[in-house]
């Protein structure tokens, strides 16, 4: 296995085994094909667990387990709660250990480490669903759970699993770093919110089906914002970093396109393309870390009582905004919940779910793509500019593809498949459209739920410490710099967008 | 022309190449670089020589590789 020897990227399929940016991919993928069984009538998807309302007294009275759990579809209906449980979590235990075995991980560190994180997330998702945390005095699909549990008082949050979850995660992360540590070899956020944007192709397809002239504004808009905040927002930091910071060259260049791209996975390809030591990325990774949590938390509620009717708007801004995919899905889904919940309690009309978070996903995955265009052209620079002694150096185009997120392209495969089958097997289109539901309904959200517990896992405050010079830079860029621009550029391109109300 | 292929790497706060049983080592790339085409140079008899410099990821720690599983290759190439 190419994982015990070297890893080097030589040939155009490299990586294809050893790599989690593959492995999201080919989980992503997996579990659309086991959705698409639907056409032969088969279920192989539906037996994944999911939360259902609750209430504390109500349970505390009658306890049960179909109260707080059930199946994704009714095919399954009449398994024991439990018993899908288990099956879910050998079912995801399997499929994410064969990547994990490829990837050369500790098998048993991650068998123990998932089995810990799976649990945790499931607790903390059923948590979320608790009538006094989450039901909204409002009719959703002939149900408004707040006056059918007879509460009296509620916090009304919606979907509040996700900010549960992540405190979850960072109160073991931060006060248990012993436990933490344990649990690290499966603690992957990245991996997991990528497997969870490939579902999320399925989602953007049958959205498509509903509004297809939306969802091609929407990514035409999110491409056009990604290429113009890159242009604006780089120079500018890169400028203050070197005249107001005195930070050499590689150092500026490095933490501009941590700070103004995407997180630390641009600051690794820029790096790498200025032939910066590796350990420049390695301490700017820790800040972005820790800045992202920070803006999953603060931007989402500050975005929506700023401008509670451009939810387009701020969806679109929170790509540009939040660094790292993990942390700006996530703040995406708070978002998308915000402004969903409070729409409803205003106006009692529900826009669909998910068009808010697909502005916040569309800008980042395309600021992931450009992200080996701009390593590559800044190579060009610096060879050029900075590295021009004596020999003729080539730079192979395959540079660009080693850099090309590769989730995006099994994104972007289901996606058009759902398109395809639209327009030229409509026959089929029903059963399709049923499994696409099912594994970009519960799947996507409980990969989203591991994401959140997994963020707070690996995000370690105490890594600011020593760091004050590029912590100032960070925290002035970001919130000085690049969530004003971010978020102009964002209403340029997507103001008076609004999300499809629900059927 | 003769193709060599180097794999870069980074260690102890230094840079390190390994062509083909010989180790360089440098902590400025630019100094690594010339090493390694001084190498290729004296062993080319006078050929054509291309390297492919290509980075070993198992040099960025793990964890990174979640979200960036490349480094970066470059191609030297040296007249006759």
Avoid at chain 1, 159 to 170: K, Q, T
Avoid at chain 1, 319 to 341: P, W
Avoid at chain 1, 430 to 442: D, F
Avoid at chain 2, 13 to 22: F, I, K, N, P, S
Wanted: with cysteine; net charge positive.
């Amino acid at each position: 296995m190419e994982a015990n020897t070297t890893q080097v990227n030589r040939k155009w399929y490299s990586g294809m085994l050893r790599t989690e940016d593959w492995w999201a991919a080919w989980l992503g993928i997996f579990l659309f094909v086991l959705g698409m069984l639907h056409i032969f009538h088969i279920d192989a998807v539906g037996w994944m667990i999911k939360p259902k309302h609750w209430e504390l007294t109500d349970l505390m009275h009658h306890f049960s387990w179909a109260k707080l759990l059930k199946t994704s579809s009714k095919t399954y209906a009449n398994w024991h709660p439990l018993a899908a449980l288990l099956f879910s979590y050998i079912a995801l235990l399997l499929m994410t250990t064969a990547g994990a075995y490829f990837q050369g991980w500790n098998l048993r560190k991650f068998v123990s480490g998932f089995t810990t994180v799976f649990f945790l997330t499931v607790f903390t998702w059923i948590l979320g669903y608790e009538a006094h945390i989450s039901a909204v005095d409002a009719t959703v699909k002939g149900h408004n759970w707040y006056r059918e549990f007879g509460l009296s008082w509620g916090l009304q949050l919606g979907g509040a699993s996700f900010i549960i979850a992540l405190a979850v995660g960072l109160l073991i992360g931060n006060f248990f770093k012993g436990w933490a540590s344990q649990l690290a070899e499966a603690a992957k956020p990245e991996w997991f919110i990528k497997t969870a944007i490939v579902l999320l192709g399925a989602k953007m397809g049958i959205m498509a089906m509903k509004a297809a002239g939306f969802t091609k504004d929407l990514a035409l808009a999110g491409a056009a914002a990604a290429f113009v905040a890159y242009l604006l927002i780089w120079p500018v930091v890169y400028f203050i970093a070197r005249k107001y910071f005195g930070l050499n060259r590689e150092s500026a260049a490095v933490l501009s396109s941590g700070i103004s791209i995407c997180g630390v996975s641009a600051s690794i390809a820029t790096a790498g393309a200025v032939r910066a030591k590796p350990l420049i990325p390695v301490a700017v990774s820790g800040l972005i870390v820790v800045f992202a949590l920070l803006e999953l938390v603060v931007l989402p509620p500050a975005y929506v009582k700023m401008a509670p009717a451009q939810p387009i708007v701020n969806g679109a801004a929170m790509g540009m905004t939040v660094k790292t995919d993990g942390a700006d899905a996530a703040a995406g889904a708070i978002l998308d919940d915000l402004h969903r919940v409070q729409h409803l309690r205003q106006t009692g009309e529900k826009w669909e779910e998910g068009w808010i978070l697909s502005a916040a996903i569309l800008t980042k995955i395309w600021i992931d793509i450009f992200i080996g265009i701009w390593a590559f052209v800044l190579t060009l620079v610096w060879m050029r500019n900075v590295d021009n002694h004596g020999v003729k150096k080539k730079l192979p185009a395959s540079e660009i593809w080693h850099r090309f997120p590769k989730f995006v392209l099994a994104y972007l495969l289901v996606w058009f498949v759902l398109m395809f089958v639209m327009k030229f097997l409509p026959d089929i289109l029903p059963a399709v459209k049923e499994g696409a539901h099912l594994v970009q309904g519960s799947y996507r959200k409980f990969l989203f739920m591991l994401t959140f517990l997994t963020i707070g896992l690996i995000t370690d405050f105490s890594k600011l410490r020593g760091m004050g010079r590029m912590a100032l830079l960070y925290g002035l860029a970001l919130f000085v710099i690049i969530a004003p621009l971010a978020y102009l550029v964002a209403w340029i391109f997507h103001h008076s967008m609004l999300p499809p109300v629900a059927d | 022309m003769i193709r060599r292929e180097a794999l870069i790497g980074f260690a102890h706060g230094q840079w390190t190449a390994r062509l083909d049983e010989q180790r360089f080592y440098a902590s400025e790339w630019k100094a690594l670089r010339e090493q390694l085409v001084r190498f290729c140079r004296q062993n080319g008899a006078g050929q054509a020589v291309r390297i492919y410099l290509r980075f070993d990821m198992r040099d960025i720690p793990r964890w990174f590789h979640q979200y960036q599983t490349h480094y970066f290759n470059e191609i030297i190439e040296l007249k006759a």
